[in-house]
């Protein structure tokens, strides 16, 4: 089992950044696939950026290339999302998510939620205009 605590999210202006952090424990956390997915009211969750064991590939939603980062630190079992530029389309509750499950057709398989077996509670991101 994985536990996933968020935090960090908040209340910003558009323009605005915000650091969101995931800590990780319950099993090695280098050998997880981590995540942040995002949903917001009355919209599917969707997946905003996702990032490999060794932190070699990334991959990021088109609405949030060249503002978001998504990083880990697999010393300290943390994955983060900065968030800049914020823009009110953004607000919605934000979830780390891991995977441990395999697959066949390598790092991009792990673009659906699907593929995540562990979550976090959520974190609200609130991005005013």
């Known amino acids: 089992q994985v536990q996933l605590v968020e935090s960090g999210g908040g209340l910003v202006q558009a323009g605005g950044s915000l650091r969101l952090f995931c800590a990780a424990s319950g099993r090695t956390f280098s050998s997880l696939i981590m995540g942040w997915f995002r949903q917001a009211p009355g919209k599917e969750r969707e997946l905003v950026a996702a990032?490999?064991?060794?932190?070699?590939?990334?991959y990021y939603a088109d609405s949030v290339k060249g503002r978001f980062t998504i990083s880990r630190d697999n010393s300290k079992a943390t994955v983060h999302l900065q968030m800049n530029s914020l823009k009110p389309g953004d607000t919605a509750v934000y979830y780390c998510?891991?995977?441990?499950?395999?697959?066949?057709?390598?790092?991009?398989?792990?673009?659906?939620?699907?593929?995540?077996?562990?979550w976090g509670q959520g974190t609200q991101v609130t991005v005013s205009s």
């Open positions: 990032i490999s064991w060794s932190a070699t590939r990334t």
């Open positions: 998510a891991a995977s441990d499950l395999p697959s066949s057709g390598g790092f991009y398989d792990y673009t659906s939620s699907t593929k995540y077996n562990y």
